[in-house]
């Protein structure tokens, strides 16, 4: 074999790996719309937020000092502390779940049966609000995220791979990080249908994602299932945000990964948990391949910006309900 | 005017010697509107406790209405409704069921991507009691609390005949077994009082003949309390011990079927006998 079918191999790994962190955003989404129908657009600032957070606690950082400074005169930054990763996830963690009851309190709860649009619309706002309050909060300069996972290229695999090709080919070159996440999104996605086909409460999450009615009839409280479901989305966020935070620093554009996230779902179907799962993959294997065959040698690269939107166009055009959504069919 | 059935007092003993206890439930002067619309106007009525008590009337006559009452989905503006003997506050539809009171809907209103096994365990929810956090980490007695539930609804999918069906998703199935598993999902919360919105509508002979024979045995087997919406007149004189004949919100009969049958206003009402 040439050491160009080798490298074309190693884009494809490294696709399957960027398409996992897609994956894990696009989860996000499918879990609140599933059981709400609601499109949230704060999913990536969620990412975001608890990413910022989750540097707070870790640099011990004191949360609105910018704010404290400018009306007490005082210089106060840190309070002198750095948690151990492990705790500050934990801490992040609750940040999450009490921005989940917040969110059902203050937000859900007086737009109860309004149109989808509304809802949507709400999640904006909710995103530029939460945009700016996790500014105030913890400050807007990029930060640095590590907890403990090593990064850059993965030697062993580098080495013992390196025969493969021939005297041209130096082995696979695989971020290290990518490969964690790789595992910890896997056995996130196994935690969360384990959870959900064999527990009360995950019965009750798809008993409400199916029919409201019925599952009011039956003694489930929508308002705590709602808050269960942003806790959830709260909780992947926080993995994504400690994913793409470790591979490019913590700062506002992350809130951008969420868009790539759209052509995921119009891959893979709103309603589709396994479907968010494969179409990240689909995506992220796509427009790296479509880049190393097609995009570089013939049209001048930087394909990948617009790839992933070209396949869910087409996609909508013959395929509206996406891979694995449910096929919509209207009585007449 | 309405005519009061001589037995409703403190309960009876049906022609098929079933015993007929105190009132589970009493409907006293309720009155619900939407708006400037009036669904219900002054109704009373009581359901005994063993009794299979049917509400019945024309298209539009507020049936419906009366199950959604019940069942905490509508609060009525005037009128109180007596549960075991107390006085019931508005309560929301969840915590309805958590006193006991389950339901079917007219239109099938089952998690349809969900097996029949499933759907049916969402019924044993308001008997399941460990928290979240041990649920996640299926620790204690979570595991041991959904094996004691599926024995019980292992149960009901025998006596519904519906074994099958146990693993496919309810979506798929037919019209007919979606209704039986929809009852089975309201038996299994063991009930003190079971509500049918017309369980046999939309059914054939043969499907109706089935139901009508679930509910029978459910009622003879586990001594539970039904009230039921039909529109099949047939049926409900068939299988009901008292009538409650509704039509354009107001109550125009109580009584026995036979009783029902000969009340002129209940003939009038159903012959379509112009409403001046």
């Known amino acids: ?332 | 005017m309405s005519m009061q059935s001589a037995q409703s007092a403190q309960g009876y003993v049906t022609a098929d010697g079933r015993k007929i206890g105190g009132p589970v439930m009493e409907m006293e002067n309720i009155t619900l509107r939407f708006g400037g619309v009036t669904a219900i106007q002054d109704i009373s009525f009581d359901i005994l406790e063993g009794e299979i008590r049917a509400i019945i009337g024309p298209n539009g006559a507020g049936k419906s209405s009366m199950l959604n009452v019940i069942n905490g989905f509508y609060h009525p503006q005037e009128g109180r409704i007596l549960y075991h003997g107390e006085e019931r506050k508005p309560l929301k539809p969840y915590q309805i069921a958590y006193q006991g009171i389950a339901r079917t809907f007219q239109n099938i209103a089952l998690f349809k991507g969900m097996t029949t096994l499933d759907n049916i365990m969402t019924g044993r929810l308001t008997h399941m009691k460990t928290n979240l956090l041990s649920q996640a980490l299926w620790w204690g007695r979570a595991e041991k609390e959904e094996v004691e539930n599926r024995e019980i609804v292992e149960k009901i999918i025998d006596f519904l005949e519906i074994q099958t069906i146990r693993k496919t998703p309810v979506g798929r199935l037919p019209y007919g077994l979606q209704k039986r598993v929809e009852l089975g999902r309201a038996l299994a919360a063991e009930p003190s009082l079971l509500l049918l919105d017309e369980p046999m509508a939309g059914m054939n002979v043969e499907e109706k003949e089935d139901m009508s024979r679930f509910i029978l045995d459910v009622n003879d087997e586990f001594g539970t309390t039904i009230a039921l919406i039909e529109h099949d007149m047939g049926v409900v004189m068939d299988i009901a011990d008292r009538v409650v004949v509704m039509d354009y919100g107001k109550k125009i009969g109580d009584g026995t079927p036979a009783e029902v049958r000969s009340n002129q206003a209940v003939i009038d009402a159903y012959l379509g006998v112009s409403h001046d």
């Open chain 1, 1 to 332: 074999m040439p050491a160009e079918f080798y490298y074309g191999v190693e884009v494809f790994l490294n696709g399957l790996m960027a398409g996992v962190m897609y994956s894990l955003v696009a989860l996000g989404f499918v879990l609140i719309f599933k059981a709400s129908g609601i499109f949230n657009y704060a999913q990536g600032i969620m990412a975001l937020f608890a990413a910022l957070t989750l540097v707070g606690f870790q640099e011990g950082q004191i949360p609105f000092s910018h704010l404290i400074n400018a009306i007490f005169g005082t210089e106060v930054h840190h309070f002198g502390w750095h948690m151990p990763a492990f705790f500050a996830i934990l801490a992040a963690l609750v940040i999450m779940i009490i921005f989940a009851w917040l969110v059902e309190k203050l937000i859900l709860q007086h737009l109860v049966n309004q149109e989808p649009i509304i809802l949507f619309m709400a999640t904006i706002g909710l995103a530029y609000f939460m945009e700016g309050f996790g500014d105030l909060m913890w400050g807007s300069n990029v930060k640095k995220l590590d907890i403990g996972i090593p990064q850059g290229g993965n030697f062993w695999i580098e080495e013992s791979t390196a025969f493969l090709g021939g005297p041209d080919f130096y082995g696979f070159y695989l971020d290290t990080l990518d490969i964690y996440a790789t595992f910890i999104a896997a056995a996130l996605v196994i935690a969360l249908v384990i959870f959900s086909q064999y527990t009360k409460t995950g019965r009750a999450l798809r008993a409400v994602a199916d029919d409201h009615q019925a599952a009011l009839s039956v003694g489930i409280s929508l308002r705590a299932i709602w808050v269960i479901v942003w806790a959830i989305a709260g909780f992947v966020a926080l993995v994504a945000g400690i994913m793409w935070g470790a591979k490019s620093g913590v700062q506002f554009s992350l809130s951008l990964i969420a868009l790539k996230a759209l052509p995921v779902l119009m891959l893979g179907g709103f309603t589709s948990i396994p479907g968010a799962i494969i179409g990240g993959l689909i995506i992220g294997v796509g427009e790296k391949m479509f880049e190393f065959l097609i995009g570089a040698p013939l049209l001048g690269g930087a394909t990948e910006n617009w790839f992933a939107y070209m396949v869910a166009l087409v996609f909508l055009v013959f395929r509206p309900q996406g891979l694995f959504g449910e096929k919509i069919i209207e009585r007449v």
